[in-house]
């Protein structure tokens, strides 16, 4: 089973936004944890987006997804979410969602099975 479960993907043009959704699989709960997005844009590795702690109140982001994109946490549902705003081409990839032990954490537990982005020029 899977144990966190991304949605919002899809196609949007330049300079559109999108809203992704990760939430934790049936009978599984993440409050402890970090949680965070990473991506994988075609023909290269997967890199680091952004990350918010436990309570929601800390996050850490990628210089290049720096004042467009924030990440946030509802820990009623158990879910976070990543508001994707001023999207331009070099957004496209596949978008991951991770649980993993920190901010600081380079070795997430748990990935989801990725959401696609694409964004036309």
């Known amino acids: 089973q899977v144990p966190v479960v991304e949605s919002g993907g899809g196609l949007v043009q330049t300079g559109g936004s999108l809203r992704l959704s990760c939430a934790a699989s049936?009978?599984?709960?993440?409050?402890?944890?970090?949680m965070g997005w990473y991506r994988q844009p075609p023909g290269k590795e997967r890199e680091f987006v952004a990350v918010?702690?436990?309570?929601?109140?800390?996050?850490r982001y990628a210089d290049s997804v720096k004042g467009r994109f924030t990440i946030s946490r509802d820990r009623t549902k158990d879910a976070i979410y990543l508001q994707m705003d001023s999207m331009t081409p070099e957004d496209t990839a596949v978008y991951y969602c991770?649980?993993?032990?920190?901010?600081?954490?380079?070795?997430?537990?748990?990935w989801g099975q990725g959401t696609q982005v694409t964004v036309s020029s």
């Open positions: 991770a649980v993993q032990d920190g901010l600081g954490s380079q070795s997430p537990r748990y």
């Open positions: 049936e009978r599984t709960s993440f409050g402890n944890y970090a």
């Open positions: 918010i702690n436990w309570s929601g109140v800390n996050a």
